[in-house]
């Protein structure tokens, strides 16, 4: 089993609609969890962070994090052209940040 | 925001010869930093950690004479690979963070090709 699991995709929406990404753990002592895009030939960049359990929203972003499911997803609302990228789940686990293998997002306009 | 500063973006060397590649913090201290490989359509893999001071951290599989991490202030830390060969054409990554559970900000990566 992978350290950190996300579905590869690719995910198609269409503009306006809601992009749902999810990630699993397998860890169930990680504190940390992050969300990073990642544009084609570019580094990461992150977009949110969370480490309670529940929802934390920025903007047009929510995070949802449940620990008992090992369990963490990203929620983008309103999904535009540029938010096409590839968005990487990561775990802060024994002073290290594990990635998954990221899922590939495309918006249609 | 946290800014890390990685340089040369990209880099084209010759079999056999060695590159060097710097990655700094630019408004903050970072006591650890991070580096990371990132092949074509896979996801970021952790090298070795880079321990301000201390020798660097490596993980399994990752040669420490071929990768050199020097980690000599708290603003700066280098990846040298030495000997390039084609099969280390990638794209590196180094990251730094403010304090344990802070979020890893990267810097811009360096694209090498070794031909």
């Known amino acids: 089993q992978k350290e950190v699991e996300q579905n590869s995709g690719p995910l198609s929406v269409p503009e306006g609609a809601i992009a749902s990404l999810n990630c699993t753990y397998s860890?169930?002592?990680?504190?940390?969890f992050f969300w990073y895009r990642q544009y084609s030939g570019k580094s990461p960049e992150l977009i949110m962070f969370?480490?309670?359990?529940g929802d934390k929203e920025d903007g047009r972003f929510t995070a949802q994090l449940n620990k008992a499911s090992q369990y963490v997803s990203l929620l983008i609302r309103d999904s535009q052209p540029s938010d096409s990228a590839t968005y990487l789940c990561?775990?802060?686990?024994?002073?290290?940040?594990?990635f998954g293998q990221g899922t590939e997002l495309s918006v249609k306009p | 925001g946290a800014v890390v500063s990685q340089h040369p973006s990209r880099v084209i060397c010759k079999s056999g010869t060695s590159v060097k590649i710097e990655c700094r913090s630019l408004?903050?201290?970072?006591?650890?930093m991070f580096w990371y490989r990132q092949f074509p359509k896979q996801s970021l893999m952790l090298m070795a950690t880079?321990?301000?001071?201390?020798?660097?951290?490596?993980e399994q599989g990752v040669e420490k004479d071929k990768f050199l991490i020097n980690h000599a202030s708290l603003t700066l830390s280098t990846l040298t690979v030495t000997s390039a060969h084609p099969e280390d054409s990638s794209f590196y990554i180094c990251?730094?963070?403010?304090?344990?559970?802070?979020?890893?900000?990267f810097g811009n990566g360096t694209r090498l090709t070794v031909t």
């Open positions: 880079s321990n301000e001071g201390s020798k660097a951290t490596y």
């Open positions: 860890d169930r002592g990680s504190q940390s």
């Open positions: 408004d903050f201290q970072a006591t650890t």
């Open positions: 990561a775990v802060h686990q024994g002073g290290k940040l594990i």
């Open positions: 990251s730094a963070r403010g304090g344990r559970d802070s979020p890893l900000h």
């Open positions: 969370i480490y309670s359990n």
